[in-house]
């Protein structure tokens, strides 16, 4: 386990990754193509141009308010522009074929380039999705990594853009598995249309945080023990992620407060809807806000909504038959069994894993990393191929950064960049 120091954001970065994007973005008229492109991509357009000066500008002002980062590495390395693509393709909800949405980022060189997939963390509003805020700050940074030489791939999630009419399966393992593996493939088939003149070299590598961080962890073990997907994957990043459900719930249920309480009725509702969860939610949580949840994971709302809507009084929230029976109380055994479904646990990984965890994120405990790096090291899973670092004294939310910058500094470092 290795520790890193606190990094402190300092106020005026968002203002200042606005004004360097609304100065050096331009935007492309819509173009959308109809096409047969292959088995996923169903349509594409592209959605802005970001030029090498504004890359390296924007990484300039990341470089200034966070100097113990190591942003510095990135602006040396960066030296493509990137033109950035909405795109549609074709995945799995439970039995139905749908559409699904992102973002593709593309270098501007006629080169070949390894392919990263970006999980982002919890949303609930459908407006601040990739494919619909492309200019968001924490997604103008991921488009911009792709500067460095990576082909970069944004997922929705099922529940958002083309797939808003229905309401996202959060952290369902099997939706998010399969909707981050086909948005890979639809990648992959955009780059072969003619006029794009960058390619994919074959190297995978995945991150995500928060909620993309567990999605990160449950894509790869998809890929390494389901059903081949055609591609393997060299390395993943997991930041500040949950893993194991059952054991944040029992965290949570544990706390007087706790700063977020929309997590566990997002999961239910969620699994409520799709099917796996039979029960009322006033078996789960109390009135007046067993009511509210339909009308609050519509996708209209956004997370500080509603928090403002719930409450972080845990006895408030939550019945007292969960509180005291969640552990092992037979009224339970199907929220906990499909927790577990839910789950992803440690396996004789065949590819790189950097876990990564603030020690005062009071959202997702960083026993969820410690643990289960713990895991695959007890099964035999060497320290070189699995490792875990600590953000010292960084929260659930000043850890973003940092993390994303050692990230892709790690992924450098594995391409030798």
Not at 85 to 110: F, N, Q, W
Not at 234 to 257: H, K, N
Request: some cysteine; proline content about 5%.
């Amino acid at each position: 386990m290795k520790r890193f120091s606190a990094l402190k954001p300092l106020p005026g970065f968002c203002m200042a990754v606005i004004v360097v994007f609304s100065l050096l973005v331009s935007s492309c008229k819509k173009t959308v193509d109809e096409e047969n492109y292959g088995d996923y991509l169903l349509e594409y357009e592209k959605v802005s141009t970001l030029s090498l000066v504004s890359i390296q500008l924007l990484l300039s002002t990341l470089n200034q308010q966070y100097p113990d980062a190591g942003a510095g590495s990135l602006i040396t390395n960066t030296q493509y522009g990137v033109d950035v693509y909405r795109i549609k393709y074709e995945t799995h909800y439970g039995d139905s074929l749908i559409e699904a949405s992102g973002l593709v980022c593309i270098p501007m060189a006629g080169e070949a380039f390894p392919l990263i997939s970006f999980q982002n963390g919890t949303t609930t509003l459908n407006d601040n999705v990739p494919s619909l805020d492309p200019y968001r700050t924490e997604y103008m940074l991921i488009q911009s990594m792709a500067g460095n030489g990576y082909v970069m791939v944004m997922p929705d999630y099922i529940g958002f853009g083309a797939s808003a009419d229905i309401v996202h399966p959060y952290f369902n393992k099997e939706c998010t598995d399969q909707s981050v593996i086909d948005i890979i493939k639809a990648a992959v088939e955009l780059t072969n249309i003619g006029g794009i003149t960058a390619s994919c070299s074959g190297n995978y590598y995945l991150m995500g945080y928060s909620q993309g961080g567990g999605a990160t962890l449950s894509v790869l073990d998809a890929i390494e023990n389901g059903p081949d997907p055609g591609f393997d994957v060299v390395a993943s990043s997991c930041g500040a992620g949950a893993y194991d459900l059952a054991s944040v719930t029992e965290y949570y249920i544990s706390q007087e407060t706790i700063p977020s309480p929309l997590y566990l009725p997002y999961f239910i509702y969620a699994q409520q809807v799709y099917g796996t969860i039979q029960d009322e939610l006033d078996k789960f949580f109390n009135e007046p806000y067993a009511s509210r949840m339909p009308g609050l994971f519509n996708g209209t709302k956004s997370i500080a909504e509603i928090n403002s809507q719930l409450t972080g009084v845990i006895q408030d929230l939550l019945s007292a038959e969960v509180i005291e029976d969640f552990t092992d109380g037979a009224d339970f055994a199907q929220l906990r069994n499909v927790m577990a479904d839910n789950s992803t646990y440690a396996w004789n990984t065949v590819s790189y894993i950097n876990l990564y965890h603030g020690t005062d994120d009071m959202d997702v405990p960083s026993s969820q990393s410690s643990a289960i790096y713990d895991d695959f090291i007890e099964l035999g899973v060497s320290p070189d191929r699995v490792k875990f670092f600590e953000f010292e004294g960084l929260t659930h939310n000043t850890g973003i950064i940092p993390w994303g910058v050692a990230t892709i500094l790690w992924f450098n470092e594995l391409e030798t960049k």
